[in-house]
């Protein structure tokens, strides 16, 4: 496949903060751009940073047909540059795309796209402890006809920011059971805008009574917990590492696989199964839920400091250096940045 580099004439870094930068505000000089015509892919290249023209009948815009993703590069304490697991964004971005009827993404151009821009911008991966280059690849619908049908044409983009270390505080969460993100027959295990859409309002109003974010629950029954906002959720429950078992209404996320995987590795127990809320309820009461922490790219690992539950704050208690989400968030945090050897084979040198 033919593959055009058009580099920019002044790179915009010099203008850029990298001792203070917000999170995806900044962006890079370059992206990656690649369009489907309705029978092949074509224009595939790295073009400077650039507002896009849309027709106003673009599908995308009526319909939500858009799927992206979300990884991180780091810059090693070496000074090398590397990817995290990228090729399960690859393979999870096509599950999203079929789920969402849109046309498969070739290889070449996530997976060798992806690290060509990379490289290419390689000034723009901040060096320092937490910092990292947020990658975000998003695949749209871009027929300019109005009706409800797959589209025939797509654009598929990567933009990348510059990021500082991402300080969470503790989270406050509020269990959720009036609102669902997901159904058990729905699109929740695709990375589709509209789930990100319909999460905002309960989120806001979880905001507004107090708390960070919610805890999702099924929407069959609203007994079982999901995830707690765009994170996977886990516990620790009688030393035992807890989380709900993947299913349609839950993302698949690539730190919570990795998360479990540490588990095995450090030979701490793991059950993947239906995580109920009373079951929760029961072990904040009893003493025996001793962590609780969401899971995603940006975070690593978020510790939950408060679960609320009918009007109930409930507190989780105090982790130190030896919780397993400690232990578990400085050993990812040692593997993405260079510093301890990969036993798993996650890491890709640029
Ligand atoms: C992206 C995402 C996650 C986390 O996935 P990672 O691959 O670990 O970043 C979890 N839940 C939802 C709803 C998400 O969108």
Known sequence: MPFSVQSVQHSRRASVDFNNL???????????????????????????????????????????QSIFEGLKAYRSVDDAILLFRHAENYKRMNNSAMRMSMPEIPRDVFMDG????IRLDSAWVP??????????????????????????????????CPSGAYYSH????????TYSRASRSGTGYAKAAG???GALYPTQLAKAAGYDQVIWTDAATNTKVEESGTMNLMFVIDGVLVTPSLSAS??????????????RYWDMPVEERDVYV????EALRNGKLTEAF???????????????????DYVVPAVDASSFSTRASRFLNDLKSGKTEDPFGWITRL
């Open 127 to 160: 060096q320092g402890e937490g910092n990292s280059l947020y990658i975000r690849p998003i695949y749209f619908a871009t027929d300019p006809v109005i009706g409800v049908h797959p589209s025939e044409q797509y654009t598929f983009l990567i933009l990348t």
């Open 22 to 64: 917000p999170f995806g505000r900044v962006f890079s000089d370059h992206m990656l751009v690649a369009d489907f015509d309705g029978r092949q892919w074509t224009n595939v290249g790295i073009k400077p940073y650039a507002p896009l023209s849309l027709d106003p009948s673009t599908a995308v815009i009526h319909y939500g």
């Open 114 to 117: 992806m690290e060509q821009l």
């Open 294 to 312: 969401g899971t995603g790219t940006a975070a690593n690992i978020a510790t939950i400091s408060v679960i609320a539950e009918e009007g109930v």
């Open 195 to 197: 789930n990100y859409a």
């Open 250 to 263: 839950k993302l698949a996320g690539i730190t919570r696989d990795s998360v479990i995987e540490i588990a």
């Open 278 to 281: 009373s079951e929760v309820v």
């Open 170 to 177: 503790d989270l406050k969460v509020r269990i959720e059971k």
